[in-house]
């Protein structure tokens, strides 16, 4: 089950934007309920979490209700043109399967996995990922300055007194790579034995518009590094999910799927 089924369907995509006519009820506002906990903070890199009710995040909601997203997805849309995954996927699968270096090669077939849907679901961007990619936006110009982070979903299930949880662990900063996870680590080893289970695990694939004529990415595909950190984290952590995200659509592959994807070895 993926975690966008989970707790009332939280974080399903905005459907209303993605098929004309289908929307039935009004958009809802896509906002965090509370501000973060930051948990530790070095220079412009900071690790924090957000703990709201399962269902805290709307179902439909409107992107362009987000000022630094839609600037962002502005920018990009003039830039490219099309902005659907699979056009980005094969953009990345005919340039980095062109190169002579393996390594490279590999990693466009696992864009060919995602292509072709042998691995992981496409889907519309949704609330909790656009809430996250909005934010580092207002940071940082993210279309002329490529940043990637990374976050951590926890989830823990109704008991009597308390509803559905959802937990956010986010780690961010302005370089081009995301920051690593381990001031974050002992925080999710806590919620586990407190009955937490780490549904998964989220990051952004950035655009880089300068590289028109060759991979400018913001493809929905993992690198051979992230399988390798989803295999770490499905064993450590026991996580049952990766997804990764552009701004525009999120790929969902489950933990079953990460044994069919290339990654470094």
């Known amino acids: 089950m993926t975690l966008a089924v989970l707790g009332g369907g939280i974080l399903a995509a905005c459907t209303a934007c993605a098929r004309p006519g289908a929307a039935t009820r009004p958009a809802g506002r896509c906002a965090w309920p509370a501000a973060p906990e930051i948990l530790a903070q070095r220079a412009d890199t900071a690790w924090q979490r957000w703990t709201l009710p399962a269902d805290a995040l709307p179902t439909v909601w409107d992107p362009a209700a987000l000022p630094a997203l839609r600037a962002f997805r502005d920018t990009v849309a003039a830039a490219l043109g099309a902005t659907d995954a699979r056009t980005l996927l094969q953009r990345q699968i005919d340039h980095l399967g062109s190169r002579p270096d393996s390594t490279l090669r590999r990693e466009a077939g696992n864009g060919r996995l995602v292509r072709d849907g042998v691995v992981g679901t ?19 110009p993210m279309a002329a300055r490529p940043t990637e982070l990374q976050a951590l979903l926890l ?14 662990y986010q780690a961010a ?37 300068e590289k028109r004529d060759a991979d400018v990415a913001g493809a929905n595909a993992p690198s051979l590094s992230d399988v390798q950190l989803y295999r770490w984290l499905r064993t450590s952590l026991g996580l049952e999910s990766a997804w990764v995200t552009n701004g525009f659509t999120t790929v969902e592959i489950p933990a079953r799927d990460f044994d069919r994807l ?3 070895r």
């Not at 961007?125 to 940071?139: H, S, Y």
């Not at 989830?155 to 956010?168: F, K, N, Y």
Request: net charge positive.
């Open 173 to 209: 900063s302005g370089a081009p790579w995301p920051p690593k996870l381990d001031p974050l680590m002992a925080h999710v080893a806590r919620d586990r034995a407190d009955g937490w289970t780490v549904r998964a695990h989220l990051h952004n694939h950035p655009f880089y518009l």
């Open 122 to 140: 496409l889907r519309p961007i949704g609330c909790l990922e656009a809430l996250l990619i909005d934010a580092q936006a207002a940071r940082f």
């Open 155 to 168: 989830h823990r299930a109704a008991t009597g007194e308390r509803p559905a949880q959802l937990r956010v």
């Open 262 to 264: 290339d990654g470094h």
